[in-house]
Nanobody
Framework: QVQLVESGGGLVQPGGSLRLSCAASGINFSTYPMGWYRQAPGKQRELVAVIFSGFSTNYAGSVKGRFTISRDNAKNTVYLQMNSLKPEDTAVYYC?????????WGQGTQVTVSS
């Protein structure tokens, strides 16, 4: 049974930082592309960042230079370090194992950026 469990969300002031974690089980973690996505109210889910099995990364333009994705294959965990947070970063953040149409999703964690 595949499980992806996100943690680390919460309420933070503009300019602040958060680190999200996603712990995976039931998959051969090191072989999977791992991504972070987000969905704000009334908007479609969008890719935030992805890290491939070879550790190459891609970022959405809106977060480039502020967010960093990383993975620890020994811990089956992917991270998203989010700095200089803005109110428009407010969303539910989801972890995904896989790329394209297939894959596995976590349950999501809420990130709220507000003063």
């Amino acid at each position: 049974q595949v499980q992806l469990v996100e943690s680390g969300g919460g309420l933070v002031q503009p300019g602040g930082s958060l680190r999200l974690s996603c712990a995976a089980s039931g998959i051969n973690f090191s072989t999977y592309p791992m991504g972070w996505y987000r969905q704000a109210p009334g908007k479609q889910r969008e890719l935030v960042a992805v890290i491939f099995s070879g550790f190459s990364t891609n970022y959405a333009g809106s977060v480039k230079g502020r967010f960093t994705i990383s993975r620890d294959n020994a811990k089956n965990t992917v991270y998203l370090q989010m700095n200089s947070l803005k109110p428009e970063d407010t969303a539910v953040y989801y972890c995904k194992a896989g790329w394209g149409e297939s894959g596995y999703w976590g349950q999501g964690t809420q990130v709220t950026v507000s003063s």
